[in-house]
């Protein structure tokens, strides 16, 4: 059996931590056995992600291991260093929170952004920089070592909010989506951009593992996977306004965050509902990579209007969704 054909969708562990829309979430690092998760309540949780208790039934935990709360709005992103120490968090305030994890405090606060940031990674030897990514349309990195208040760098290439980056350590490099409908590379070796033209606001953007394929979501229901060489499209996800009833995926007004999972073979990304039925719940839906079919498409629940963001957990084979109520669900 190929491995995209056993993709987890049985929910095991229900969070119901947060009075507020999930708008991040991410396991932490290696083996992932936490969860830290961002909500428009202007709190960070710490949770494990699968729970202790054994049995066949799906879990609910109501309160988290640890919470964290120093934003003053809606927190919109959030990264861990490989080493589980410190989380970065970013959100509504226009600043940069670095957290120390077992004390619950944060130990730096960088405010050079002059709007809302959407956008935070880690980067450098040691998870040294943060890259935070803003509304004010730039991109700016962040030395953690040293006393500065002032970014080390600025990207200043966009011409919209940027809404998504991700570091790519091997190439290093920085992907970079904007809702100026293009998905640029920073190569900051060889001091080099490359930009991809979508035409459409872009949500998200995830470089493949060996650095060759650059994920994109934009705002016309589409993924798209592009070669990173040349811009080619290598595969695209997706369809425009599904039938009524029928599982589909869409995104035309929000942002929402596509990954890749299992080992690269699997697009995952949640989904939002068309805002004019009522009834209507939203899907988590995975694809296979190589033939772009849908493999599973998971009903979030009622009252559901949105899934805005996805993690996978290799280790754990598990993936978990962020949730318009407030919860966020876990399966494997």
Known sequence: MPPTKQFPTKLVHTLKTHN???????????PGTYVLTGSSDRA??????IPNQTGTSSVETTSPIQRYEAHGYSVLDVAVAGDNARFASVGGDRQVFLWDVEQGITVKRWSGHGARVEAVQFAGQGDSVVVSGSADTTINLWDTRSNSTK????LTEATDTVSSIHVHAPTHSIAS??????ARIYDLRMGRTTVDV????????RCSADGNALLVSTL???????DRADGKLLQAFGIRDPPPGRAGYRNSELRIRSILAKGDAVVLSGSETDQGDQFAQAYVVAWDVLSGEVIASVPAGEGVKVVSCV???????CW??????GTVKIYG
Request: with cysteine; proline share 4%.
């Open 220 to 226: 016309d229901s589409r993924i798209r996977m592009l």
């Open 177 to 182: 989506g904007s809702y100026d409908g293009r």
């Open 311 to 317: 993690a996978w957990n290799e280790k754990g084979g």
């Open 20 to 30: 507020g829309p999930v708008n991040a979430v991410t396991f932490s690092s290696y």
């Open 44 to 49: 960070v949780h710490l949770s494990r992600a």
């Open 198 to 205: 979508l035409a459409h606001a872009v949500t998200s953007v």
């Open 320 to 325: 978990a969704g962020g949730c318009s109520n």
């Open 151 to 154: 970014p080390i760098q600025t």
